[in-house]
């Protein structure tokens, strides 16, 4: 049941922004044989040093996007959240019955449903529940080196999996019980780590998260690292969850499930980016802790049982075939017909500085590939500070806007239809609206030479 919901959690139509720009990095890869380590895409920061963090992902989706299209990439991520939901599925393990068992886990999916995107902190996701499962004592603490490896080379959240040991570790000691498990782990985890600075970029991976987390100025202003405003099903979830695991934990007092819940409770409260992080961490505790109910329990495998996942495996079936059936991806949120537009009328991006939002930054780069055609795109941490404040600046409306348009020789303006800045730039007589869709508007400063008709 678990694994079919999964499959259709993981199959949806591509849409994700920030996975827009690691597929358009993986075509790159691919097709240069290297690396990029200067900006590829932008006017603003082209040439600028870039460390490309997540570059294996990027193969592995450039690679999955080769051997089978669009298809082939829902494939890679649906088979993602299945091993996510599998791990949560064995993490959950000491619980006893059945039934609460799979509450916890369809909790916790709830949790992930609206939160799981096709980014690489899926993959980040599943070896941090490696390294769960290892503090639990249900994997070798020698397969932490190559997760470690691995864990560098796809995403930046590899810091999580040393916090985690060391934050159960302290717990034990607390508890009086034995660390050598824990220990093993960590020397296991630190090793991994290190070995992941063998790579094509270098030892530079393991600072990016410490220079990333140094952007503050900017990451103050992106939603997913603020605080979560618990306004959608997903995070609501997660409360329910937190909730849940506080109840247990005065069920079942202990100091490595309670420094667990606070220091990873808290990081969650703190940047919405952490909720399904702490999702995850939380089952083992949990599990000890929830109560028996029902006369089903997880150890036993009842004749029913062959029945029932023939059944959940011809579900699960059905679900990828229903899905596979749709779009492979759902580009409705980004400036599509407004890009075509500019087409149309003879445009060149190549030639024309056109403004627009992070979100249609990466949408241009991976319709187009390399090029300075982007203004600005979510890579917060390549772009120089006085361009992501020039992007705030346009982004608020604020009053350097003018400013900021002349500086770069903006003459084309691609921006969300509603939003501030178009219903400045419409109201302000030195720019006119030349398309305009339920979406997104596109204006241009008057007088500019513009396409094959000329002027603005």
């Not at 999955?64 to 990439?73: I, K, S, V």
């Not at 109910?293 to 023939?310: F, H, T």
Request: aromatic letters at 8%.
């Amino acid at each position: 049941m678990l694994v079919a919901a999964g499959v259709a959690v993981g199959l949806r139509p591509l849409s994700d922004n920030s996975f827009l720009t690691h597929l358009a990095t993986g075509r790159l890869i691919l097709e240069r044989g290297s690396i990029p380590t200067a900006d590829p895409y932008t006017f603003t920061a082209h040439g600028e040093p870039w460390v490309v963090q997540s570059w294996l992902a990027s193969v592995l989706y450039g690679t999955a996007e080769a051997m089978a299209g669009g298809t082939g990439l829902r494939l890679l991520t649906g088979a993602l959240v299945v091993a996510v939901m599998l791990l949560a599925w064995r993490l959950l393990r000491p619980a006893s019955s059945l039934v609460v068992r799979l509450g916890v886990g369809v909790l916790f999916l709830a949790v992930g449903a609206g939160l799981w995107a096709e980014r690489p902190l899926l993959l980040g996701l599943l070896a941090l529940g490696a390294v769960v499962l290892v503090g639990e004592g249900g994997l070798d603490p020698r397969w932490l080196v190559p997760i470690g490896w691995v864990w560098v080379n796809v995403h930046g959240s590899f810091p999580l999996g040393v916090a985690y040991l060391a934050v159960v570790l302290a717990g034990r000691w607390l508890d009086g019980e034995g660390r050598a498990l824990e220990w093993r782990a960590l020397k296991w985890m630190v090793l991994g780590l290190l070995a992941g600075a063998l790579n094509p970029v270098g030892p530079r991976l393991l600072v990016f998260p410490i220079e990333l987390l140094g952007r503050q100025d900017v990451l103050s202003n992106v939603i997913e690292w603020r605080s979560p405003t618990f306004d959608d099903l997903s995070q609501r979830a997660f409360l329910l969850q937190l909730a849940l695991a506080v109840v247990l934990l005065v069920r079942r007092p202990s100091h490595r499930r309670a420094l667990v819940l606070a220091v990873f409770g808290a990081a969650a409260l703190l940047g919405a980016r952490n909720l399904v992080v702490a999702s995850l961490v939380l089952l083992p505790g949990m599990a000890e802790s929830l109560p028996s109910v029902g006369a089903l329990r997880s150890s036993e495998r009842a004749r029913p049982a062959l029945l029932l996942g023939a059944c959940g495996a011809a579900a699960a079936l059905l679900v990828m075939l229903f899905r596979l059936g749709e779009a492979d991806f759902d580009l409705r949120s980004y400036p599509a017909d407004a890009v075509g537009y500019l087409q149309e009328i003879g445009v060149d991006l190549d030639d024309e500085h056109v403004a627009a939002p992070d979100t249609a930054g990466n949408f241009v780069e991976v319709t187009f590939g390399a090029g300075e055609r982007v203004f600005y795109d979510d890579r917060f941490d390549m772009f120089p500070e006085e361009v992501s404040a020039d992007h705030l600046s346009l982004v608020q409306s604020g009053p350097p806007v003018d400013e900021v348009l002349e500086r770069y020789d903006i003459d084309v303006v691609v921006w969300g239809r509603t939003a501030a800045l178009t219903q400045r730039l419409l109201a302000d007589p030195a720019w006119r609206l030349l398309y305009s869709d339920p979406g997104w508007s596109v204006l241009c400063r008057r007088g500019a030479a513009l396409g094959d008709d000329g002027r603005c």
